[in-house]
């Protein structure tokens, strides 16, 4: 795959990407190239950087070195008589609109009913009439099991059907890429089934770029096209499924999968 | 209307404001120290065992709390001589301030005693103290120290509100402005001098306050 | 619970006192009248400084924490001298100083204008605290909808932010009310200034000051009460949950 040409060009491209917080390194120069319409999962211990890479490519976090690009485009930063500098809001605004993202704790907007809170950014952000907005919402809504809740409050829903409507949520803004963050980590191990089921049908019948930062290895191994393991801020290993899991290169991915499955 | 200001009248004044300034700390300092035992007394009524006393003193607080300083300070000055308690401007002046601060501060004392922690209480009934000792010795000692910083700030709301002592003609720094400002028609320079001069007190209290707040987190090492 | 009961206790022995006072004194006939007029007064001048304050204290908030630079400064001095001087040296100024500026304003204007300003200036504050509690989830929630920050700002963090501002906004209404008697002192009409006013025409000292007080104090308990409707109605709002 090369950047040259934008047809060519990967969905996703992390390049030479560093992050710190003061003198902790969190991500050390990492090169991620994600094809259009593939499924990642970002896998690692707790305090390896992958829940960063999602943050920094919906630019909740400001990269420190280095470049993300979105189809082609820089995210990041912007060019400005051919140089690449810095992008501003505009820019990332304008790049950004392609990226969607579900929270590990929901964040939901309280004040707002479930089709409340997938009509709003519609309306403000892309300037949908009310009425569109909420055949929109209530379609999505619809998809994800929960036709019959547009007007209950996060407050009256169980936390994995609050999980569902930010999935929705997201989806109203018709990006091309979805940002999963450890999405099932605050729910009960009940509800853990719904939410997966609705991630599952989406990849299936949806043309979208996913990312997920998950704890899940069986849904990871099932569902992902890539694996990609994070260890002290850079990807120790990464590999189809099937030979990541089931024969793991690096010591730090066998020792890492040896906990978690024993666990299991 | 052209705005120049002059220096050579504020030279003038400077000496008489500076004098005036003297009777606004007295009336700070005197007024605050009335507040701080007015507000302990009433945060010790409120919490007396006795229900109809509480709730007299949350009324008589509630009630200082939620009308004017300012007439308060005209009910000492002009009501209370008609009951025989004459005093002067200056007094009744610093008596409004203690009393409805002291309203304010019983809020502070009373937010420090309820912040003790019931164990504190049961032990010293198992030691079988008295409740005077036990007031004394063990929970006062504790309530305080933390609440130093919100009594603080009212001490600077105290100061700050003391140019009402001059609607009864008392020679604080407003009054003293004013009679300036009318006697050479020149009121920007008075007037804003005495503003210069809260506003420095007021930064460099405010960082004062902030000072001891940070020194009572390490002594009590965010316990 | 106590904290209601004092108050109920305040609004019986109030309207014991009124009405002992009504039929007690044949003079009250004399100086209610006027007293009712000044109270008037008073209630125009704390309503207006409450919008003036509101106004302020919203742009001074947000002026300080999301200004560029030159607005931020311009929101932190506002802040810092109208919290640091009195509110009568304030109010002086602007009915004193701001003439000799070329500008002069109506008694009235000047009092809602340095009182609002005044209370504006605490509540810029008030209003800071409450945006910085909301969940800093809220924010990136936003955020990765692609929202601006001044959509997110009106949509989804100051309707949160609004339940824990209004206790102390309730305050700063009682606040501004009791500062509202310093307009008497430039002489304008409202009730402080009617009760010396009446004090000196009828000498009815104890009367006079004993229902000013009283008058202040029923305005202050009908603010409180409203402000506590207005947290009861906020709070079900938002009551339906945490997202």
Excluded at chain 2, 23 to 29: C, D, E, L, P, W
Aim: proline share 4%.
């Amino acid at each position: 795959m090369s950047a040259d040409h934008p047809s060519a060009a990967p969905m996703v491209r992390f390049e030479n990407v560093r992050k710190s917080y003061g003198h902790l390194t969190v991500l050390d120069d990492l090169n991620l190239d994600i094809a259009p319409n593939e499924k990642v999962a970002i896998i690692g211990p707790s305090g390896s950087g992958k829940t960063t890479v999602l943050r920094m490519l919906m630019t909740l976090e400001e990269v420190n070195d280095g470049v993300i690009w979105v189809e082609g485009d820089p995210l990041t930063h912007m060019y400005r008589d051919g140089k690449l500098v810095r992008a501003n809001k505009r820019h990332i605004r304008q790049v950004r609109s392609k990226i969607g993202m579900v929270f590990q704790h929901f964040n939901l907007f309280p004040h707002m009913s479930a089709v409340k809170n997938c009509m709003e950014a519609p309306i403000t952000v892309l300037g949908l009439s009310r009425d569109e907005a909420y055949e929109r919402s209530r379609v999505l809504l619809d998809m994800v099991g929960l036709g019959d809740k547009l007007d209950h409050y996060p407050g009256q829903l169980s936390g994995g059907q609050k999980q569902r409507v930010a999935i929705a949520r997201a989806l109203a803004m018709r990006p091309k890429i979805m940002l999963f963050d450890e999405v099932t980590s605050a729910l009960d191990p009940e509800l853990v089934g719904e939410v997966l089921n609705v991630i599952r049908e989406l990849g299936e019948a949806h043309d979208l770029t996913m990312l997920m930062v998950t704890h899940q290895m069986g849904f990871a191994k099932e569902f992902a096209d890539r694996v990609c393991f994070f260890y002290a801020g850079k990807i120790a290993e990464q590999g189809t499924p099937d030979a990541f899991f089931g024969n793991p290169q690096n010591e730090r991915t066998q020792q890492f999968l040896s906990a978690v499955l024993e666990a299991d | 209307m052209t705005f120049e200001w002059d220096w050579a009248y504020t030279q003038e004044i400077l000496p008489i404001l500076g004098k005036a300034s003297i009777i606004t700390v007295q009336a700070t300092v005197i007024g605050f120290i009335l507040a701080a035992l007015i507000g302990l007394v009433f945060a010790l009524l409120r919490m007396s065992t006795l229900a109809p006393v509480r709730l007299a003193t949350g009324a008589v607080v509630e009630f200082i709390r939620s009308t004017p300083l300012l007439i308060q300070i005209f009910f000492v000055y002009f009501v209370l001589p008609e009951f025989g308690v004459t005093m002067d401007a200056m007094t009744a002046g610093i008596l409004a301030l203690g009393l409805h601060y002291g309203s304010y501060c019983s809020e502070v004392y009373r937010a420090g005693l309820d912040n003790i922690p019931k164990g504190q209480w049961e032990a010293a009934t198992a030691l079988n103290l008295s409740t005077l000792t036990t007031f004394k010795d063990i929970i006062i000692p504790q309530a305080i120290p933390p609440v130093v910083p919100a009594l603080g700030n009212y001490l600077v709301a105290l100061f700050k509100e003391t140019p009402l002592l001059s609607a009864i003609a008392v020679l604080e720094l407003m009054q003293t402005a004013k009679i300036l400002g009318s006697e050479s028609f020149q009121y920007t320079e008075p007037i804003t001098l005495v503003g210069l001069f809260f506003l420095f007190f007021s930064l460099v209290s405010a960082a004062l306050v902030r000072q001891v707040e940070a020194w009572l987190k390490t002594r009590h090492g965010g316990a | 619970m106590e904290q209601v009961q004092s108050r109920l206790v305040v609004a019986i022995v109030l309207s014991f006192f009124l009405g002992l006072m009504v039929a007690t004194f044949a003079d009250v006939r004399v100086f209610l009248p006027e007293l009712l007029r000044g109270a008037w007064i008073t209630i125009q001048i704390t309503a207006g400084g409450i919008v003036v304050a509101i106004l302020a204290a919203l742009a001074a908030a947000i002026g300080k924490m999301y200004g560029p630079r030159p607005v931020r400064w311009l929101a932190i001095t506002y802040i810092e001298i109208f919290r640091g001087t009195s509110a009568l040296v304030q109010l002086f100024w602007l009915f004193f100083v701001l003439p000799y500026f070329g500008v002069t304003l109506e008694p009235f204007t000047v009092g809602i204008a340095a009182l609002g300003l005044n209370v504006g200036a605490y509540g810029a504050e008030v209003i800071r605290g409450a945006i910085q509690s909301v969940d800093r989830g809220q924010w990136e929630a936003s955020r990765a909808l692609n929202m601006t920050r001044m959509q997110a700002l009106r949509r989804i963090i100051l309707p949160q932010a609004l339940v824990a501002m209004i206790p102390p906004w309730g305050n700063l209404f009682i606040e501004l009310l009791k500062a509202t008697a310093l307009v008497s002192m430039i002489s304008l009409g409202d009730l402080a200034f009617k009760a010396q006013q009446m004090n000196q025409n009828t000498l009815k000292t104890v009367e006079i000051f004993s229902l000013v007080l009283l008058i202040y104090l029923a305005i202050a308990l009908v603010i409180t009460s409203l402000m506590r409707a207005l947290e009861r109605k906020a709070a079900k709002g938002l009551s339906r949950g945490r997202g």
